[in-house]
């Protein structure tokens, strides 16, 4: 073997910039996990937190009728406006098709997630999950503008329901006060409808995760028990699934209540929070009322995963 020179040596024993401070961050890993750490915790905290703080001190702000100023003195009497009979028309009926949407997209979901889970197999599964997958690889307002085309006086469900001879179906619901309208591209059901067809893939995925983990023993064995089926679901599939299903109701609820595009496009003139939120801080200037209606989802949002929490709904995900 050569022997090393005094130059070589010299660079053994000093080396480079980075390799000092590879090597401190080396013998100092929990500095390097705190730098590692910096830049999205400082994201997380300013623009997202820092954000969410703000808008909570606006709330607590009021408007002041003559002028149109804000008026910079703690007060909760914004969140008593919240109260105000239309206000709270728009909080009810945005709760409400929230609820409404979760319900049914998890009545939808359910079946075809267990048909994923349980008896797809190799290219099958492949299919199922490029299904689910891939109206959300398309653009949000494409879709919604598809849907509002599609549920159009003129659309292909008018067309294909005349062709049925079920016009008079579809004229008979528009005549409903509440939930009709001129067409279903203007109306509260075709906003459900919608909803329910964006948010699905939200819903089908954590219930088929869910029930891949359900084992099949379990079901074999409360059937040899002689429990029917309906049995076996209340008392074995549904329980074991249920963290799933509250996983996916999370997404479609809160994504519902939130929303502002679907029911500008499909519904009718009936605000939701969205819609007033938009109103408040654009058309009407009422920036501490815009805030309020924007605190009133992540309230509600609180409430509900802490009941889910209490509920034990999170221990199997």
Known sequence: MSAITGEQAILIEKPGLAGRISDFFWKHPHVFL????????????????????????????????????VNYEFTLSTYGQLLNEANLDIIIRTVSMAAIVTLF?????????????????????????????????????????????????????????????????????????????????VSYTGTFIVFVYVWMPFMILPIQASLERVPANLIEASSDLGSTPQQTFRHVLFPLALPGIVAGSIFTFSLTLGDYII?????????????????????????????AFTVVPIVIMGLYLWMARKMGAFDAL
């Open 34 to 69: 705190a730098v590692m750490l910096a830049p999205p915790l400082l994201w997380l905290g300013i623009i997202y937190l820092g954000s969410l703080l703000a808008l909570l001190l606006q709330s607590f702000f009021s408007i002041d009728d003559y002028s149109g100023l």
């Open 105 to 185: 997209s998890a009545l939808i979901a359910f079946p075809i997630a267990y048909y994923a889970a349980r008896y797809a197999r190799g290219k099958w599964k492949a299919i199922f999950y490029l299904g689910v997958m891939l109206p959300l690889w398309s653009s949000y307002l494409v879709k919604i503008y598809a849907w509002k085309l599609i549920l159009a006086k003129e659309g292909i469900l008018t067309w294909f329901l005349a062709k049925l001879n079920l016009l008079w179906l579809l004229d008979a619901w528009l005549s409903i006060p509440v939930i009709g309208g001129n067409s279903l591209s």
């Open 263 to 291: 029911p500008q496009i499909i519904g009718s003139s009936r605000l939701f929070i969205g819609q007033a939120v938009y109103a408040q801080q654009g058309t009407a200037g009422n920036i501490p009322l815009a805030a």
